[in-house]
């Protein structure tokens, strides 16, 4: 059966003179449309990890991992290409060849954090305002002044009542300041912040509440899982999941745990496409986008922090695939590409131009 909606082919974007490089930024005239989209975040996951899988110096220090012999007979291979794909096979056996993988360093396909400060908060701030602010410093419970992406695409017909954020940390709901905007969010355990409530989200709540441990961080697993059923039942077209286990564990300096997070994410995004798949509402009309707010340390002691001093932490990622997305794969372009651009990409992809507080242009996708 032909799919109810009709995508629009291209969302046309114009500047002025329709420059492919505006400023310092790679940029396109037009980006392919899709109905929906669904934007994954994974907390301070580095690209070396994603592109060059698990890394030997960190896998082999007993430091790092409960029991290094396990961890190599789980992530090691020789061949960088399997190396990659033991820690994330669907990344790169489907999304890579369906899609765009953009942010290796080492063919000089670099994806830049904006912020000063490498840490989250003023990561997710530049993916969603679409510009970095100094003035924000710290993760701390802020509500935040600068507007987003997403309540903008929530003011207009089409998207009202259709935006929502499930999010394993509980800061989202400052960061995306739904105080002032009134955005649907679900975030860590903080009830009070809940936009979302059923039955099962209730359920899914209490469970995580029985935790022994609460931290500022929820179960990834319970995110996803309350995520994936509002995915099926209410049908937004804009839907955030922001993940976060991982970058507790790389603080934590717990390597293979670190690991196994990313490996659940991997099978999260999985689920997730064949979620897709199965609904005939979603197929062929849902983009995913998929990146992480901040980098980490790049060096073999360096990789558990983050922050302005430490070298790594303003290097970022992203994968997308969705509807008349080409399939580039892996870029190679020697280019520089911004966090702060995704705002606006967002904005495009669903066909919309995202008109305050001057945003940077979007990512060429073409
Ligand atoms: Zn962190």
Known sequence: ??????????????????????????????????????????????????????????????????????????????????????????????????????????????????????????????????????GIRSNKKHWNRNLNVLEYLSTLSEFNNKVAVFASWDVFPYILNTKRNGLKANCGYDSSNNGLTSDRFTKLQSLALQEEEHTATRDDRLTYAAAKIYLKTASPRVLVIGLGEADEMAHQGKYDQYLMRIKEYDNILSDLWLTIRADPALRDNTTILLTTDHGRGSGSKTWTDHNMLVKGSFQGWMGIMGPGIPALGEVKLDIDNYLEQLAQTIACILGKKFEIGDPAPPLALQ
């Open 1 to 134: 059966m032909k799919p109810v909606w009709t995508p629009i082919l291209l969302c046309v974007f114009l500047f002025a003179g329709g420059n492919r490089i505006k400023g310092k930024y790679s940029t396109s005239e037009s980006t392919p449309v899709a109905k929906n989209l669904v934007i994954i975040t994974l907390d301070g996951i580095r690209w070396q990890d994603v592109f060059k899988g698990a890394d030997s110096s960190i896998l082999n220090d007993p430091d790092y991992n409960d029991d290094t012999a396990i961890s190599k007979l789980l992530y090691w291979n020789s061949d960088l290409a399997e190396r990659r794909k033991l820690l994330m096979p669907f990344l790169w056996k489907v999304m890579a060849k369906k899609g765009q993988m953009m942010g290796n360093r080492d063919l000089g396909n670099n994806f830049n954090i904006s912020n000063f400060y490498g840490i989250s908060y003023p990561g997710y701030n530049e993916m969603f305002t679409g510009h970095s602010d100094a």
